[in-house]
């Protein structure tokens, strides 16, 4: 069983910034694909950033040029770097692992983090 555990929300100016963190216990072939979704309240859960092997990326529109995802495989962690943040990016995040990225469709992923929370103040 993979447990993922995230770190580094917070509440932030617009125009500022932060960088998610998520630990993996294991990296495998389970976890190929490493993402992060969020979700505001009354809002569906959407894909924000995944990584899969090496440095394939694939950034939503809605952060492209903005949140830049990486990885450390000797810590087992996968890093969301979140600039310019504006009060629309404001949400819970959740890192999520899975065998492979599926399009970003949070339901095909299997295993999850507790959820970091991010509050984005203008």
């Known amino acids: 069983q993979v447990q993922l555990v995230e770190s580094g929300g917070g509440s932030v100016q617009a125009g500022g910034s932060l960088r998610l963190s998520c630990v993996a216990s294991?990296?495998?072939?389970?976890?190929?694909?490493m993402a992060w979704f969020r979700q505001a309240p009354g809002k569906e859960r959407e894909g924000v950033a995944r990584?899969?092997?090496?440095?394939?990326?694939y950034y939503a529109d809605s952060v492209k040029g903005r949140f830049t995802i990486s990885q450390d495989n000797a810590k087992n962690t996968v890093y969301l770097q979140m600039n310019v943040l504006n009060s629309e990016d404001s949400a819970m995040y959740y890192c999520?692992?899975?065998?492979?990225?599926?399009?970003?469709?949070?339901?095909?992923?299997?295993?999850w983090g507790q959820g970091t929370q991010v509050t984005v103040s203008s």
């Open positions: 990584i899969y092997g090496i440095r394939d990326t």
């Open positions: 999520a692992a899975a065998p492979y990225c599926y399009n970003l469709e949070w339901k095909r992923f299997t295993y």
């Open positions: 294991e990296r495998s072939f389970d976890t190929q694909c």
